[in-house]
């Protein structure tokens, strides 16, 4: 009796020990397959932002806006998103303070009431450009936003400067700096690329 037991434990061991082997497996095996799905839809600095979208989001102010030859600061936010709520002052000074003629904030709202983004603009002054993406069509499906807010810095060739995740303080030498930094970045990465 006592030797089957103890080869009865052994057995269990065993079994025990491969299925814990199998899982660790399976949850390794998921993780890398997360991985790999999102990198098509992850654009990220150095890459094309897909302008077209302007086309696919409802222009909340209804005005034409001229994008053409402006370096763009492109905000996700949503009013329950209270980092979003939170940084959305600090956008508009920053609006206010730079060259309309070479640059533009421009905010695109997830939520998918309209009156009640239209009436969070009004309350907060929030004059800058406004786009809303109700079914998250463009942040969730093209751009893999998962957090919000999420920033893109676009230069006037469509080309992704900058990608910002989170509420930041948006003020003029914050931008400045943004702008200094990925123009070194791009000068260092054609230097190595003619050098090669």
Do not use: Y
């Amino acid at each position: 009796m006592r030797i089957f037991n103890a080869h009865h434990r052994v057995f269990q061991t065993g079994i025990l020990s491969q299925l814990f082997t199998v899982l660790f497996i399976l949850i390794i095996a998921q993780g890398l397959s997360g991985c790999t799905d999102k990198i098509p839809n992850d654009p990220k600095a150095g890459e094309i932002f897909p302008l077209s979208i302007f086309n696919q989001v409802d222009n909340l102010g209804g005005k034409k806006v001229d994008l053409k030859n402006k370096t763009l600061l492109i905000n996700f936010w949503a009013t329950w998103c209270t980092p979003c709520r939170k940084e959305m002052p600090d956008l508009q000074k920053l609006s206010d303070a730079l060259d309309q003629s070479q640059f533009a904030v421009i905010g695109i709202s997830v939520d998918d009431d309209t009156n009640l983004v239209k009436e969070f603009l009004l309350r907060h002054e929030i004059r800058f450009i406004n786009f809303q993406d109700k079914k998250l069509k463009i942040a969730s499906q093209l751009l893999n936003i998962q957090v919000f807010p999420e920033t893109f810095i676009v230069s006037p060739a469509g080309t992704i400067i900058k990608r910002v995740t989170g509420e930041q303080i948006w003020d003029e030498k914050m931008f400045k700096n943004l702008l200094d930094n990925a123009h070194q970045v791009e000068t260092k990465l054609a230097a190595s690329w003619a050098f090669g």
